[in-house]
């Protein structure tokens, strides 16, 4: 059974608000996007929304293709199905490598 995005979403410290919103949107829409197409549907500025993906992508959590769109990864997946522990999804964060 999948768990609720909001329950999931709590654990992770290095989200910023807009992250919880991407993940929450592929969780909803498993497409592929471009940050353009995600900033209109979610509000954002289309720059802000770049700079997020790409962090977002590189924690693994989402892939980009050659495009320049974005999907959620088999990671991403795993991620929304509380698959994940805590030390995992802490380990994520691309700021500690």
């Known amino acids: 059974m999948r768990r609720c995005i909001e329950e999931i979403m709590k654990q992770v410290g290095w989200f910023s608000k807009i992250d919880y919103e991407i993940m929450g949107f592929f969780e909803e829409h498993d497409l592929e996007m471009s940050p353009?197409?995600?900033?209109?549907?979610?509000?954002?500025?289309p720059s802000y929304m770049?700079?997020?993906?790409?962090?977002?992508?590189?924690?693994?959590?989402?892939?980009?293709?050659?495009?320049?769109?974005?999907?959620?990864?088999?990671?991403?997946r795993e991620f929304l199905t509380g698959e994940l522990s805590q030390d995992e999804i802490e380990a994520l964060d691309p700021e500690n490598e």
């Open 50 to 76: 770049g700079r997020r993906l790409r962090t977002l992508r590189d924690s693994e959590l989402l892939v980009q293709f050659d495009n320049g769109h974005y999907a959620l990864s088999d990671l991403g």
């Open 36 to 45: 353009k197409v995600l900033a209109a549907n979610l509000g954002y500025h």
